[in-house]
């Protein structure tokens, strides 16, 4: 499929007059779109709700985005969980997934009301101590061998994450004995998956399980999380996931394993980032420097502290050289940025057309793990965020960081105060 751009090379120019490059434009219509695209796939589920994974753009005027289009927040840590309270959104609204957690952090999420979803057995005991059982808790499930993951997210044998299958029925048993009334179960065993098939059949795996939980322990579960991970093209020659049709094989599969057993109706929740909000992210930066040697190299001025996919996963993610669109990609180049890291590559062997010393490179589907996964090694400075709104206006959304943002945990007046200078003048 054909790249294609909610802008064009004169309107990003004429944003470089207020903010200098690297900056993220993210295009609010096109997140608006998948978000209504994903409700609808659903709409036939009383109860369906997508929870968006915070952690993949972590910016209050996003997640309010997301919010109004009735999407709730899927937090990870304490930051995730108070973003998320600052732009209003309450109880229910929050669903709280994380793993290896410290009592602060899910006292604030019991606090909050938010669907605590607990990483492990021993957490059950952890929590009551520190914070207390709340009326609903959900479990996330870790089907080890049964399921085949992919490379972004690797097999769950090897994951970190979850209960096992026994378990899960140890712990709802403890639950129900605790008093605890309400129950989810969850699960995440995909990212970035294009083929839709595996969502099915991760919907048939938790039907089941709810339904074993409910024959042995007499429990209802009253939804079950399938998790993110639906994917996104990066590539040209990829395509999307069929929504649609993803909703519609889940249909026929809770009509035949669920709509007329007690657990009818069990609610559907999902927690994805990176489809809300990846294909409608673009990092632009401009080309400095030229170099060839074994190599010809592209050096532009964001590094991989904007975006570190490439450089930590391999990951593709398109190029485009603004205004030059149809000329020949003949030139074949790493792109690059400036970090003392040599896998600091935006595109590796890539073809290109001629790049000239201040053309606009735009790097596609970098609105999710994107600018949130960026870091200051090197001192590198994370860059300023805009949101292109519905109506076709620019908004600042998170400004450029500084030398001084950089410097703002240190205490130089103090050290300076210790007299001792290093330089001789
Ligand atoms: C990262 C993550 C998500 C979101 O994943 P995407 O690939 O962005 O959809 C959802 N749930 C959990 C538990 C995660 O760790």
């Known amino acids: 499929m054909q790249k294609t751009l909610p802008f064009?090379?004169?309107?990003?120019?004429?944003?470089?007059d207020t903010w200098p490059t690297p900056f993220y434009?993210?295009?609010e219509a096109g997140i608006r779109r998948t978000c209504r695209e994903l409700n609808s796939a659903f709409a036939w589920s009383p109860g369906f709700r997508e929870y968006f994974a915070v952690k993949a753009l972590p910016n209050p005027w996003i997640v309010r985005i997301a919010g109004e289009e009735g999407l709730g927040a899927d937090c990870s840590s304490l930051p995730e969980l108070i973003l998320s309270e600052r732009v209003g959104l309450r109880g229910e609204d929050l669903m709280f997934t994380s793993n290896n957690t410290l009592a602060h952090e899910y006292r604030k999420a019991v606090q909050l009301g938010a669907i605590v979803n607990l990483d492990d057995l021993t957490h059950i005991d952890y929590l009551r101590e520190h914070v207390g059982l709340p009326e609903l808790l959900c479990f996330r499930y870790n089907p080890g061998s049964a399921r085949e993951g992919n490379v972004i997210i690797g097999k769950p044998e090897e994951a970190k994450y979850g209960f096992t299958e026994q378990q899960l029925f140890e712990g709802y048993r403890r639950l129900r004995d605790a008093g605890v009334q309400r129950f989810g179960l969850h699960t995440m065993v995909a990212s970035?998956?294009?083929?839709?098939?595996?969502f099915v059949e991760t919907a048939r795996m938790l039907f089941d399980l709810a339904l074993r939980l409910h024959a042995e322990l007499g429990i209802r579960i009253e939804f079950v999380n399938l998790g993110g991970g639906i994917g996104i093209p990066y590539r040209p020659e990829q395509r999307p996931v069929n929504l649609a049709q993803v909703g519609g094989w889940i249909r026929d599969l809770y009509e035949q394993m669920i709509a007329g057993t007690v657990l009818h109706p069990l609610r559907?929740?999902?927690e994805n980032g990176r489809m809300i909000t990846g294909p409608h992210g673009y990092l632009v930066t401009t080309a400095v420097h030229h170099k060839s040697i074994y190599r010809d190299y592209v050096?532009?001025?964001a590094c991989m502290a904007n975006l570190m996919r490439p450089g930590m996963y391999g990951a593709y993610h398109h190029i485009t050289v603004l205004g030059?669109?149809?000329a020949p990609h003949d030139h074949v180049v790493d792109v690059v940025g400036s970090l003392c890291e040599n896998n600091d590559k935006f595109a590796v062997q890539r073809?290109?057309?001629a790049v000239e010393r201040g053309d606009l490179l735009v790097i596609h589907d970098s609105g999710a793990h994107g600018h949130a996964m960026g870091f200051q090694y090197n001192g590198k400075l994370r860059c300023a965020e805009l949101l292109l709104r519905s109506d076709g206006s620019i908004r600042q959304i998170r400004r450029a960081e500084t030398a001084e943002d950089y410097f703002a945990t240190l205490d130089f007046a103090e050290l300076n105060s210790e007299g001792v200078g290093c330089g001789t003048g």
């Open 192 to 198: 970035n998956e294009l083929n839709g098939e595996f």
């Open 299 to 301: 050096g532009v001025d």
């Open 351 to 353: 073809s290109l057309p």
């Open 25 to 27: 434009v993210y295009d």
């Open 268 to 270: 559907l929740l999902m």
């Open 324 to 326: 030059k669109e149809n």
């Open 8 to 16: 064009d090379e004169q309107f990003i120019r004429r944003l470089t």
